[in-house]
């Protein structure tokens, strides 16, 4: 399949057409929740459970169920999510042939109203894990093409600024591409050992964050 027909299907698969206009079925789901109250899918990536990005994650779910969301959470260093293997046996919308815990994010994300990706920096890109679950999105393809809203936590060791521009880009085509809106990001650059995050403006700015939502 090529990049258009990519897109083309997935675009089809999202939502249903009527007189030309393409319905979310993101849509319905929303009108049975508390009214403000969003579903929040939380996915992190590293296998420091007490690291930094782990850490802002906490923080940021603080803030939002301050707000009365309702936060689920994946923890995918601690999950078995097999890579995808590009058998192509889901059609982009379908059964995956892995039977593993990405059927929580499965089950999870479809109706929920934000998505937060919280991840270390790992040589210039997300982790590994992170990556693992985000590439198995290929099988609920045209499931996800829905309205929600998005952010981003990244923490790494590096001081400048540019080295934390292709995970954003990363992130920013993603959303693109899935018809998701940005919320925020907290890039916590400086931030090595376990912990050290702890010292930073960086917590305060996950929690609120969490809080504005
Ligand atoms: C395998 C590995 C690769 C890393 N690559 C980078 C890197 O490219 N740039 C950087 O600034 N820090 C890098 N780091 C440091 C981590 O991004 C940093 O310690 C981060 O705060 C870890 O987040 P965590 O505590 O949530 O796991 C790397 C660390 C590891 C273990």
């Known amino acids: 399949m090529d990049r258009r027909s990519f897109i083309r299907n997935s675009i089809i698969a999202a939502g249903t057409i009527v007189g030309g206009a393409i319905l ?6 929303s009108l049975s929740k ?19 990005s782990n850490t802002l994650a906490d923080n940021f779910i603080k803030g939002a169920k301050e707000k009365g969301h309702n936060i689920v959470r994946f923890d995918s260093a601690f999950k078995n999510v097999h890579p995808c293997v590009a058998c192509n046996k889901c059609g982009m919308d379908g ?4 039977n593993d815990d990405f059927n929580y994010i499965k089950e999870n994300i479809v109706d929920s109203d934000m998505v937060v990706f919280a991840t270390p920096m790992y040589y210039f890109g997300i982790s590994a894990q992170l990556k693992a679950v985000i590439d198995r999105f290929y099988s609920i393809n045209g499931k ?38 940005d919320a925020g990001q907290i890039i916590a650059s400086g931030v090595w050992t376990e912990g050290s995050v702890n010292n930073t403006v960086y917590p305060k700015q996950a929690y609120e964050l969490g809080k504005s939502l």
């Open 144 to 181: 996800i093409h829905t309205t929600k809203k998005a952010a981003l936590i990244l923490t790494y060791a590096d001081t400048s600024k540019k080295e934390a521009e292709p995970i954003k880009t990363h992130y920013e085509v993603l959303l693109n591409y899935l018809s998701w809106q």
């Open 95 to 98: 059964d995956c042939v892995f």
């Open 34 to 52: 508390e009214k403000g109250k969003m579903k929040i899918l939380v996915i992190t990536g590293s296998p420091r459970k007490n690291g930094n």
């Open 24 to 29: 979310s079925k993101s849509v319905l789901p």
